[in-house]
């Protein structure tokens, strides 16, 4: 995940102009390089630094989650892994270049610019959910 991030935001610096719209699937999705400097839907702004420790302390609690965890069902240790991911991901950004490289716009909705990083931590957001209702529900996996 992390390395499909980090290639992804390379290729979207070499290969696209800053702020310039780049049709991809036409009416869906287009590539326009943004640079970041806030959080999730551009929240917090400006706030590189405290959003890099926020980052990193993220990564070492959910890699502390995970080596503490001996068994854990299928959902919470791919939520988990995704969680890492992405915030790996996006915190790599944040301490190297000041900023987080983002580059997926979708088309027919206003939608903040995003990455795989973000697309990463939406789908720890949807196991997270997945693993609770199957608790919820008494579905254990063997």
């Not at 839907?41 to 609690?61: A, Q, R, W, Y």
């Amino acid at each position: 995940m992390v390395i499909l991030d980090q290639w992804s935001k390379h290729w979207a610096r070499s290969a696209l102009i800053l702020g310039r719209p780049v049709p991809f699937i036409p009416g869906f999705l287009q590539l326009r390089l943004v640079h970041n400097t806030g959080a999730a839907f551009s929240l917090f702004t400006d706030s590189t630094l405290v959003l890099g420790v926020l980052s990193l302390l993220v990564t070492l609690g959910v890699t502390a989650w995970i080596w503490s965890q001996p068994k854990r069902c299928f959902w919470m240790g791919l939520a988990l892994a995704f969680l890492l991911g992405g915030t790996l991901g996006n915190g790599i950004d944040r301490w190297r270049l000041g900023h987080v490289t983002d580059f997926l716009e979708l088309v027919p909705i206003q939608f903040p610019i995003f990455n795989w990083a973000d697309v990463v931590i939406n789908f720890a957001v949807v196991c997270f959910a997945v693993d609770a209702f199957r608790e919820r529900h008494g579905q254990v996996d063997s």
